[in-house]
Nanobody, 124 residues
């Protein structure tokens, strides 16, 4: 039922800041305890977890990206936003937003709902 959709610029130049917004429909980002998450995939690489925000607005970030990353939310629009600063060509990737749920059964977070992804290319 829940749907997620990413939006933002597809092409940015090195050193710029990119902001991507995830719009959530069919469920509130403050209603249940989910981890509203940003994940990216670079060409030829696996999924790279970037960070997340929970229903209370608390955030957590990948240590490798923490200095350049911010995540916030707009509860009135049911959206959450990723900001990645000082980008380089290595940041070129498909960026996904996803909903994660902690599962006590296997002590893991399960990402059951994903957006379709949006391509971000960093090039001069």
């Amino acid at each position: 039922q829940v749907q997620l959709q990413e939006s933002g610029p597809g092409l940015v130049k090195p050193s710029q800041t990119v902001s991507l917004t995830c719009t959530v429909s069919g469920g509130s980002i403050t209603n249940n305890y989910y981890y509203w998450t940003w994940i990216r995939q670079s060409p030829g690489k696996g999924l790279d977890w970037m960070g997340a925000i929970d229903l209370n607005g608390d955030t957590v970030y990948s240590p490798s990206l923490k200095s350049r990353t911010s995540i916030w939310r707009d509860t009135s629009k049911n959206q959450f936003t990723l900001q990645l600063r000082d980008v380089t060509p290595e940041d070129t990737a498909v960026y996904f937003c996803a909903r994660g749920r902690f599962r006590r059964q296997w002590s893991s977070v399960y990402f059951g709902s994903w957006g379709q992804g949006t391509q971000v290319t960093v090039s001069s």
